[in-house]
């Protein structure tokens, strides 16, 4: 097992330097994640502060989705996956660390989105923190494997978002009633629930995307 | 002909229902057709485990074409429930009927599988892909009912209940012969389709022996 995460905390790693040396997703996420924001504050001219839980979910998902995008380009690019794919390590430990690197960044770019999102909009609740954070590992898992998926596609840019968004609606669902409602910990239960359950079909199916 | 007879039962057999009169006998369609697309939809991914189980070639093709029976199933039920809708309540789409909602996350979902299909090229790989995202598709309903029905409680404070009254013998009798008709209907075109697309991969085999 410690091996395992060996490899998964290598693997991670070389993604999180790549990001670090040549700083293409991070920045774009960031920028992107703002200018949502501020074409949703127009967009809603009014009563923006009655939907704006709502706004704040939707672009944490489409920018989870460009990052998600970028996530194995360059595996593909450089046929890396398939040197991966061969190297004797468990093929699940290439998940757990796309995994990490892209739950890391998603982190990044919301400790930029949820303060520019208080300073518009008014106030960010501990709720709404917590059912962030879950809702960051369940788009992770789920998001890294469809991301692999589309990779192997013709049309990847476009097959990811077809087939992260159905999947996407009830973190959605779960994460606005974290946030409106008088009693979170139902809607923080079930964001649980959606990261454990996904996770495990996702660890467990990720073999059989990236082999023949 | 199962189903032409659960329709016969069902428009003149069956009482009518108190409140809604003749609109509520489309409910020997809509709820048996939304019963079959789950069943075509389990059926699929049942096949798509036991495709990564045993790396049955046949198994893709079946899982495949359930999931195809059930999306015009799925289709179906939208259209009808919709027309419910509007019979009922005088709108062709509302928010509050659960079932409806996801039904319409179900028909995104598998629409996505469909562009994923024709993205990848025929193959081991494509056969895996489909597989894997279609046990997604399995547990995403439970899923998504969970959050639908959560969702209720604060886009709709006031909770839309509409208790029927029970079923009386006949009008249970219509819907088994109903359901039983349209889960035969579903069989009966996915052992046609399946047959099809086989026979269509066998000619395509056939003719890259003799190319």
């Known amino acids: 097992m410690t091996g395992y ?7 991670a790693r070389k993604d999180l330097l790549l ?60 046929g ?31 400790a930029i989105a949820l303060p520019a999102f208080a300073l518009f909009f008014g106030g960010v609740g501990a709720a709404t923190l917590a059912a962030v954070l879950l809702a960051n590992v369940g788009i992770c898992a789920v998001g890294c494997l469809l991301a692999a998926m589309a990779a192997a596609g013709r049309a990847r840019e476009l097959l990811l978002p077809l087939l992260f968004l159905p999947l996407a609606i009830p973190i959605v669902a779960g994460g606005v009633g974290a946030g409106v409602t008088d009693d979170p910990g139902r809607y923080l239960g079930f964001l649980g629930l959606y990261d454990a359950i996904f996770a495990i079909l996702a660890w ?7 082999t023949e | 002909m199962l189903l ?22 489309i409910f020997y369609i809509h709820v048996p057709i939304a019963l ?47 027309i419910w809708a509007r019979v009922s309540w ?52 439970p899923i998504s009912f969970l959050a639908i029905r959560l969702a209720e409680n604060f886009i709709h404070p006031v909770v839309f209940t509409r208790e029927g009254p029970q079923m009386s013998g006949t009008m249970f009798t219509a819907f088994l012969v109903c359901l039983a008709g349209t889960l035969a209907l579903a069989a009966a075109l996915y052992t046609n389709e399946l047959t099809g697309k086989r026979l269509d991969a066998r000619l395509r085999e056939l003719r890259e022996l003799l190319t």
């Not at chain 1, 009655?50 to 593909?76: D, K, Y």
């Not at chain 1, 996956?81 to 990044?108: E, N, Q, Y």
């Not at chain 2, 790989?125 to 399995?138: D, E, P, W």
């Open chain 1, 5 to 11: 995460l060996r490899d998964a905390a290598a693997l």
């Open chain 1, 204 to 210: 467990a199916s990720f073999e059989y995307v990236v």
């Open chain 2, 4 to 25: 032409g007879g659960g329709v016969g039962l069902a428009l003149l057999w069956a009482p009518e229902d108190a409140d809604q009169g003749i609109s509520q006998r």
């Open chain 1, 80 to 110: 890396v996956l398939d040197g991966l794919v061969l190297a004797p390590c468990d093929r699940s430990a290439i998940w757990l660390a796309k995994v990490v690197a892209t739950f890391a960044f998603l982190v990044l770019v919301e």
């Open chain 2, 90 to 141: 005088g709108v062709w789409w509302s928010w509050g009927e659960q079932q409806l909602v996801l039904f319409l996350i179900l028909f995104l979902f598998y629409s996505a599988y469909f562009m994923l299909r024709f993205s990848v090229d025929e193959g081991p790989s494509r056969a895996n892909l489909s597989a894997v995202y279609a046990l997604f598709g399995v547990v995403l309903i």
């Open chain 2, 36 to 82: 079959t697309a789950y069943a075509c939809f389990g059926w699929g991914a049942w096949k798509a485990l036991r495709h990564l189980w045993t790396r049955g070639e046949r198994y893709d093709l079946e899982s495949y074409t359930a999931i195809h029976q059930g999306t015009i199933f799925g289709l179906l039920t939208l259209v009808t429930g919709s």
């Open chain 1, 19 to 78: 990001e670090l040396r040549g700083r293409e997703t991070l920045p774009s996420m960031a920028l992107f994640v703002v200018a949502t924001l501020v074409a949703f504050r127009f967009a809603l001219a009014g009563e923006a502060e009655a939907a704006s839980e709502g706004l704040l979910w939707v672009a944490i998902v489409f920018t989870a989705l460009l990052g998600l995008g970028r996530a194995f380009v360059p595996e593909r690019e450089q």
